[in-house]
T-cell receptor, first 114, second 114 residues
Framework: DTGVSQNPRHKITKRGQNVTFRCDPI?????LYWYRQTLGQGPEFLTY????????KSRLLSDRFSAERPKGSFSTLEIQRTEQGDSAMYLC????????????FGPGTRLTVT | AQSVTQPDIHITVSEGASLELRCNYS??????LFWYVQSPGQGLQLLLKYFSGDTLVQGIKGFEAEFKRSQSSFNLRKPSVHWSDAAEYFCAVGGNFGNEKLTFGTGTRLTIIP
């Protein structure tokens, strides 16, 4: 068990560019979550998956954001036409609904939009 | 709508002193409550959780929390803090044993002075 991993750890992009982040959950975990954390705030829920099905999306997830988990393993979060307000830490977490009752968080991807 | 309030943005305590971090929640059903800790550059780590039963729960690193339904509170305590406890602490509430979205408070930053 190597924990939840996220890549890249840091991303600097120019306004208007598209970015994609990857999350690899703990291998047996069937649920995967994305959160966004801005400076001085707690994480805010964006979306979550059970296996490959996206079960819930926050209204924070505008049409510029899309998340996928194509084979029920890793997930990608894409932001199109980035804006300065998208600058934040993007956190991924995973959990196993059978037994664990805990969301395990990755280290996050810090996005800076210039 | 579910919400979490952490009224203390920043707390400073002396090493060896006791600690209490406050958390109040609003949730329409059975709340599942969590405390996470976030150190700089690190992911969120679960300290403890409350699902049901005994209202005083023990966690890792010597932390405990008490659930008080009448006050909608879930305060975190530690009898004697160590310099390594300096970090950001987040209270969160969720449903379904934590296997759905979590709603976090804004966090309390803990500073330890010698």
């Amino acid at each position: 068990d190597t924990g939840v991993s996220q890549n890249p750890r840091h991303k600097i992009t120019k306004r208007g560019q598209n970015v994609t982040f990857r999350c690899d959950p703990i291998s047996e975990h069937n649920r995967l979550y994305w959160y966004r954390q801005t400076l001085g705030q707690g994480p805010e829920f964006l979306t979550y998956f059970q296996n490959e099905a996206q079960l819930e999306k926050s209204r924070l997830l505008s049409d510029r954001f899309s998340a996928e988990r194509p084979k029920g393993s890793f997930s990608t979060l894409e932001i199109q036409r980035t804006e300065q307000g998208d600058s934040a830490m993007y956190l991924c977490a995973s959990s196993w609904t059978v037994e664990s009752y805990e969301q395990y968080f990755g280290p996050g991807t810090r996005l800076t939009v210039t | 709508a579910q919400s979490v309030t952490q009224p203390d943005i920043h707390i400073t305590v002396s090493e060896g002193a006791s600690l209490e971090l406050r958390c109040n929640y609003s949730y329409g059903a059975t709340p599942y409550l969590f405390w996470y800790v976030q150190s700089p550059g690190q992911g969120l780590q679960l300290l403890l959780k409350y699902f049901s039963g005994d209202t005083l729960v023990q966690g890792i690193k010597g932390f405990e929390a008490e659930f008080k339904r009448s006050q909608s509170s879930f305060n975190l305590r530690k009898p004697s803090v160590h310099w390594s406890d300096a970090a950001e602490y987040f209270c969160a509430v969720g449903g379904n044993f934590g296997n759905e979205k979590l709603t976090f408070g804004t966090g309390t930053r803990l500073t330890i002075i010698p």
